[in-house]
């Protein structure tokens, strides 16, 4: 997790020790701005790291679940539907890179985890069971990386470190692996721009980048960190040059809470706080968790979020008497981090409350079921 914090730092070295731009859009980027928002993302990282309680190893249990075969087909059954049908089209090879080609992706498609879950909550440890979910989500991350799809593949990764390998690795492994994980993603994010370096079999351009000379010859730096990092000052920035004014930002807080339950579509463009005036001042999307609360409700608010995250974050290993749903909870708040952290803080209530919703409608089924066969 703190390793996936420190992506999104590492790249403001081009911008404060070399001078050059981390996004190649202008608004917000000058220096000035981007130790503005750096402040206040230390604030968050500070009062996250004060309050989170990392569990001993002896303290965290497997997640206990329930053995149900029709309700592990029924969810494994959707889940497979989804990965079939939540992205079609062209893929980076026959479109020639990421963004290049027509891509068809539904919304459902991020919700494959929540049916994957819910197949893994009633697979009562059987081993076929296991293997059959891995499998599924090694095909689900494969196809999305086909597509581009870096973060789904990030959010099953963290699912299944959560759930299963959090017991079989020690530290040292996790952070060897984190470093590995980390070249991977590199690897791939050249790799999708220019699929056509894998088709030449161009292998010292991908497995060995000249990373001296690019930070020496380009004028700019182009990457998803960069471009969220941009994003994150231009919220804190147009805060300061009071571009977005107070009642905006009062606003802006309520939509975020309508937005829990109701749709973008039926809320105004206020309601996603990274396209605010982006005809005006552009904007490469996302933006950090730290920047929407301090747009939202200032040093309270980042105080707020940062306190909130470090509360259930520290209740992670599923200790003896913990309740359940607060597990699954955590689970999703764990898996969809790279969304929330990055892109937009709504899936901190919406798609993991809407998880937890799901799992606990297909648990009382069970119960009921259950109930039902013992009269």
Known sequence: MFIWFFIYIRVLYYAFYLDIPVSVHPSFIENHYLYDFVLIHFFFLIV???????????????????????LFVVNYIISCMVFLFGKQGDNIFTSGGYGHG????????EYFIV??????????????????????AIL?????????????????????????????????TFLLLSVIGLYFFTLLGGIRQNPEILIRGEWKQIFIPDWSAS??????????EGDVIQASSRMTGMVTDNILP???RIKSFFYFLASIVLPYSTLPKMAVLSLYKSDIYTVGGGGLVSAYFYVIGSWVGVFFIAFFLAHFLSRMGNRHGENRFVQVYI???????????????????????????MVRFFYCCYLTWRKYMLK
């Open 246 to 248: 107070f009642d905006d």
């Open 331 to 357: 689970f999703f708040l764990v898996a969809t981090l790279p969304r929330w952290f990055a892109y937009n803080p709504i899936l901190i209530f919406k798609f993991s409350l809407y998880g937890v919703i």
């Open 215 to 224: 930070e020496r010859t380009v004028d700019v730096i182009s990457s998803q």
């Open 102 to 109: 027509e891509t068809q992706v539904s919304t459902i498609n």
């Open 48 to 70: 996250f790291s004060t309050f989170i309680i990392v569990p001993r190893q002896e303290d965290i249990r497997p997640f206990r679940v329930e053995d149900n075969k029709f």
């Open 140 to 172: 689900y991350c494969l196809k999305n990386l086909m597509f581009g799809g870096r973060i789904e593949t990030t959010m099953i990764g963290m699912g299944l470190i959560y759930l299963i390998y959090q017991f079989r690795f020690s530290l040292r």
């Open 115 to 136: 049916f994957w879950f819910a197949a893994f909550f009633f697979s009562g440890n059987g081993c076929v069971k296991r293997k059959l979910l891995l499998g599924l």
